[in-house]
């Protein structure tokens, strides 16, 4: 049986997290608009930034870029050369075939290199679309819609899965990919891009992996793990 996010436990609960955590984010740390990006870069930079750091897919992104003059001239270069030059990303070996494969795949069903085509679809359409492409997986396409298009997708990275589960958006041990549609039965579509955005700084600046500055937290009311836990105000050296 698929997933749904009604199987998720207490979702009314968690839908009722939303409101009062959305304007508490929303004044820490801003409003976060639209900016349209080229969606067939934000598809290889999302391949790129798999299992690594913003900073290493950058710099592979961009030694793709002065490389190649197009989208053609990746998809039909030595592979051993591509690789060399996406290495900085990591996982170069099988990053590097599923970019040209996929851009082979957009190509041999669109005739060109382009996926704007997209927006003309429902977004769960354009999901399985991209879902259907390799090395593609739930977060990649999710950001593709997201950040190029602005189309009704959430993407759930490690910082959104922690704090979501923190917060208490979502239960304990979901999976990214079931993650996805809860905070997309959370969130209103219309703030997905802002939401997302404001969670990644929180989980950045705030919330973080190892030791999370509680004591700072705007949200501490309804914060499961705050509630829950013996969280203390940070030192002077944790604020630093």
Known sequence: MPFSAEQVPNLDRRRA???PIAAALEAYHGRKHFKPHDGMDELVSCILSQN?????RDRAFDALKARYASWHDV???DTDELIDVIRPAGLANSKGPNIQATLRAIYAERGEYNIDFLTTLAPTDAINWLLALPGVGRKTASIVLCFGYGMAAFPVDTHVL???QRIGFLPPRISADNAHLVMEAIVPPEDYYSFHLQLIYHGRR?????APICGLCPIQQWCDYYQSSDAETPTDEETN
Not at 52 to 56: C, P, Q, R
Not at 206 to 210: D, L
């Open 162 to 164: 922690r704090v979501g």
């Open 52 to 56: 690594t750091t913003d900073a290493n």
């Open 17 to 19: 997290k939303y409101p």
């Open 206 to 210: 705030v919330c973080k992996a190892r």
């Open 75 to 77: 998809a039909n270069a």
